[in-house]
């Protein structure tokens, strides 16, 4: 399966959280106007965002099947970043307006008892958000997407949220009125959480951020291959949820232009098939193994 399909079955994830968001937004929203619950508000607005966010998602995705030209030689799966880092800007404003007014009914003591309609709602919403999360982080491993494991941990807080909702909605029964405002509070802070956590995530894959462990694990695999003398260099970048890796290893001096090729196609194979990498740029250098002769 190529990379174009992988976008495309991604595509399928951000469809069905739009589709469970737009529709948990709605019901969670209505109830909460006459459930009289601030918890389960807050947990609606905050699935409203989702619907922005993974809309956006859906966007980058879709501009990332868009082929090279000439101004995107190397494509337009930056696109997928971009989107996850729109998403995060809306999710924190969102946040912050949630945190404002729960917060201020909070200290001005505007509280009143959530009805237990409201109680069963979030719960229920929490169980299908969770079926969500799990189906979209196995398809985001699957296909190496970061924007679609955006879209999975998003839909993780998703259900911790509407938990800790049912939480507040159970306490204000039995008399513990602030603690549904409370809970709102804390569903804005998670919000704002999880906006920032994508933030970082984006910002750093679009300043060619590279996990150092990662690199370590892929110099021992080119290392393992017979041939290569020593692994000079390796230096990597994240392109939309491809990885682009730079490649310097020191060979026989004495090998063929061709036999030095196979080489390079043995070791894009191995990166390939245990770590996922489709494209690697592999600088030779001759290595000679008489003493007093330097490597050139």
Known sequence: MNHADNLKLAEKGAWISIITYLTLAIIKL????????????????????????????????????????????????????????????IMMFIGIQVIYDTARKFITFEMEEPSMLTAWTALGSAAVMLIVFFYNLRLSRRLHSQALFAVAQDNRSDALVSIGAFIGIIGAQFGIYWLDPLTGTLVGLIIC???????????????????????????????????????????????G????????????????????????????????????????????????????????
């Open 30 to 89: 209505w109830i909460a106007n006459f459930g009289n619950s601030l918890a389960l508000r807050a947990d609606g607005l905050n699935n409203t965002t989702d619907v922005i966010a993974s809309v956006a998602v859906l966007v980058g995705l879709r501009i990332s099947q868009k082929p090279p030209d000439d101004n995107h030689r190397y494509g337009h799966y930056r696109a997928e970043t971009v989107a996850s880092l729109f998403a995060a800007f």
């Open 193 to 239: 959480k999880t906006a920032f956590d994508i933030f970082k995530d984006a910002t750093l894959t679009l300043t060619d951020a590279f996990d150092e462990e990662e690199l370590e694990m892929i110099k021992k695999t080119i290392t393992n291959v017979s041939e290569v003398e020593r692994v000079v260099d390796v230096k990597g970048r994240i392109h």
């Open 241 to 296: 949820s491809q990885a682009l890796l730079e490649l310097t290893i020191l060979v026989d001096a004495h090998l063929t232009v061709e036999h030095s090729h196979k080489i390079t196609e043995r070791i894009e194979k191995y990166l390939a098939r245990k770590h996922g990498v489709t494209h690697a740029h592999i600088h030779l250098e001759p290595f000679y193994e008489k003493k007093g002769v330097k490597n050139q």
